[in-house]
Each structure stands twice: as C-alpha cells, then as structure tokens.
C-alpha cells in the first residue's frame, strides 16, 4: 500500500503458530534505490517479493536495510534477503542493538523458559518435524551483520528525509523513524493500532516498560500527520493529537 510519494506499507500475511499474523514493514524507494525497514519473519522471502511486486517497487533496486530492532519477527528474514541479493545490501541499526543482530548475544527475550513456553503454545496438532524446527529456529535465531550505525536524531539524506528516532524501552536500542517529506511516523514496536485506534506499547512485550512509555515523549517535537505501526497498521486521522493525549495519559498516572 503507498502511504506517500516514495513510501509504502509492506503488508505481510504470516501463518503462525495455527493463526494469521499480519505485519506491517515500511518501505521507502528513491531514484537511487530501495530502503527496506525491518525484513519479518523468518521463510517471508517469498511473501516480500511478492509484496513488491504487488506495489510497483522493483525487487532488485533494494540497497539499504533498516533493522528497528532484535525481534526475531524484524530480523527474521535478513540472511535470506542478503543472501538473495545479487548486489551487497547495507544494513543499518542502533548500536545497542547490533550485538544481538549480528548474534553476538542472545535475543533478550529469547529464553530457555520463553523457548519452552512458545513450544507448549504450539497448536495441538503441530508435527513432530514442525515443533522440532519451530524449537531450533528460537535456539538458534537468525543473524547477518550489521554495517552501519544509526544515531539519534540522525538524518538519513534519501526519499525526502528520514529522521532516526531512538526510542528504547520496546528492546533496549529500539529505533523509529520519521519521514520528512510526508510527516510519517515508523512507530515500529513503539506503539501499536488495536480495535483501530493508536495505542501505547504493550507491557508484556517491553524490555523495560517504564522507558518505553517515556520514549514517546520524543515523538511529540514531530508534526507527525500518519502512523505506521508494525503490529495493527496505519492511522491517518488526528496522530498528533492521539500521540499526545497517549503521552499526558501516562504521565498523569
């Protein structure tokens, strides 16, 4: 879906676990090429050639990749997609969360207990061969390195502008982004849409909650008129407004 002139919304249908799980990657494309923002899952290569087929980009003018953060939903598909390429693809991310990209560390939120829980929650129905996969893929997540080095406030200098915007809390180095020319908000994990409406980060899901919360704060010295979150999608109507009443909600409690 075009969100703006040079930006996209890469919608991706992903099958886990027994149900649908759709996530939404950004993608920016310039005349000098494409930037892709986060990669899904893992085995979603097929889904995103598709994806840019389906929205006029050229598969092969991919240059740059830009990993939010460690999850392994926006990881997932980064070796496959560089391994893919016929070109070398540079790959951007915060300092913080490099280590864990490159493998270098463990996933912080990949745990022996996590691993086991994840297992258990398998659909009752799912392979023997599935379960043993769906185990080793947690045990030994995906990984590529990592070239570049994004800093806050940072400007990327491509399709109009993009402003990095460290928001940690989601995942220690977690990172947005903000597109100058169409006043678009990345949120990634720093926010979703639920029942429609945008919404602060979800506790379970956070490193450190409390730093999360006061991450969105930053957001609002941006006049931000649309808001593409990786989980629920985008809004379009009053974000600014909806940041902000976000914010004052959670500094009032």
């Known amino acids: 879906m075009q969100i703006s002139d040079g930006l996209y919304s890469v919608d991706l249908s992903v099958s886990l676990m027994g149900r649908i799980n759709v996530i939404h990657l950004a993608l ?8 892709l923002v986060d990669t899904g899952y893992p085995g979603t290569l097929p889904l995103l050639h598709k994806a840019f087929e389906d929205i006029g980009v050229v ?3 991919l240059d740059s990749i830009i990993i939010t953060h460690q999850d392994i939903d926006h990881i ?4 496959s997609l560089l391994e893919d390429s016929s070109h070398p693809l540079e790959v951007f991310a915060s300092e913080l969360e490099k ?28 392979s023997p061969e599935w379960r043993d996969a769906f185990r080793r893929n947690l045990e030994n997540p995906p990984k590529a390195p990592v070239d570049t080095i994004l800093e806050d406030g940072q400007v990327i200098d491509r399709c ?6 460290l928001t940690p809390g989601h995942t220690p180095g977690h990172m947005s982004l903000y597109h100058i020319k169409s006043k678009t908000l990345i949120a990634a994990d720093s926010m979703v849409v639920a029942e429609g409406e945008l ?11 409390p ?3 006061q991450s969105l704060r930053k957001y609002l010295q941006f006049d931000i008129e649309k808001v593409l979150c990786y989980h629920g999608g985008l809004i379009t109507d009053n ?5 902000a009443e976000i914010v004052h909600t959670i500094e009032a409690k």
């Open 239 to 243: 974000a600014n407004r909806r940041i």
């Open 28 to 35: 920016f494309a310039d005349e000098l090429g494409a930037i």
């Open 211 to 213: 730093l999360a919360l």
């Open 59 to 61: 598969a092969s003018t």
């Open 160 to 165: 109009g502008g993009i402003v990095v915007i």
């Open 99 to 126: 280590p864990y990209i490159q493998g270098d560390k463990m996933l912080i939120k990949v745990t022996p207990a996590s691993i086991e829980r994840a297992v258990a929650n398998l659909p009752a129905d799912t």
């Open 199 to 209: 919404q602060g980060p979800i506790p379970a899901y956070c490193s450190d909650y």
């Open 76 to 79: 997932g598909g980064l070796p």
